[in-house]
């Protein structure tokens, strides 16, 4: 079964902790995506990686770090430095960068108290 | 500045009773307009890809059109199950960055 995966579907940390949510795709995707998700608003872009190696920062990257060591591998660190880091966080993965649609995981529920 | 805006925020139907979900958007350039369907708690899921003005998709209750500055979701004899809140998305031509709208959520009573 082809799919993304994300883990763990919920995660609580106190402040001042760094966390890292897992994303793994094997769907052979060459892109990936990490958003976050509040109440009321739209999918917001944290990170992409469109190869191995590279990744660039999205429209709220402040607060968080990736790594894209693997093709199939995408795990997003949210740190200390994220000022309102409680959020539902998606990780999703596309055939390329441009004009294909995104295939989403089941997502991480984080809460920071 | 490219944007997305769906509407109404919330509908509710009765079952059987057909309806439609708007989608605006302002982009340079549509490269690839995109509808998911999103369940409490979980990712969204893709539903379809519509490219140009006059496309349509259709799968089981639901069918897509598109046009230059607008899509509509119609639902056409909704059941419970298709309650969920549905999602529309924009990229840009010459752009990389998928644009998605704060979504429609769909309740249908029995």
């Known amino acids: 079964d082809g799919g993304i995966t994300q883990s763990p579907k919920y995660l609580f940390r106190k402040e001042g902790q760094n966390v890292t949510l897992s994303c793994e795709q094997n769907l052979n995707h060459d892109a990936m995506y990490w958003y976050r998700q509040d109440p009321g608003q739209g999918l917001r872009l944290i990170y992409y990686s469109q190869i191995v190696n590279d990744f660039q920062k999205g429209d709220i990257a402040e607060g968080y770090s990736v790594s894209r060591e693997k093709k199939e591998s995408f795990p997003l660190t949210v740190t200390s430095a994220q000022k309102n880091p409680t959020a539902f966080y998606l990780c999703?993965?596309?055939?390329?960068?441009?004009?294909?649609?995104?295939?989403f995981g089941p997502g991480t529920r984080l809460t920071v108290t | 500045e490219d944007q997305v805006t769906q509407s109404p925020e919330a509908l509710r139907l009765q079952e059987g009773e057909s309806s439609s979900l708007n989608c605006s958007y302002t982009?340079?350039?549509?490269?690839?307009l995109f509808w998911y369907r999103q369940d409490p708690g979980k990712g969204p899921e893709f539903l379809f890809t519509l490219y140009s003005a006059g496309e349509e998709k259709e799968k089981e209750r639901l069918k897509a059109t598109l046009t230059k500055k607008e899509s509509f979701l119609h639902i056409t004899a909704p059941k419970p199950e298709d309650s969920a809140t549905y999602l529309c998305a924009v990229q840009a031509a010459g752009g990389f960055k998928t644009i998605f709208g704060a979504g429609t959520r769909l309740f249908v009573k029995a």
């Open positions: 982009v340079s350039g549509l490269r690839g």
């Open positions: 999703a993965s596309s055939r390329g960068p441009q004009s294909y649609e995104q295939y």
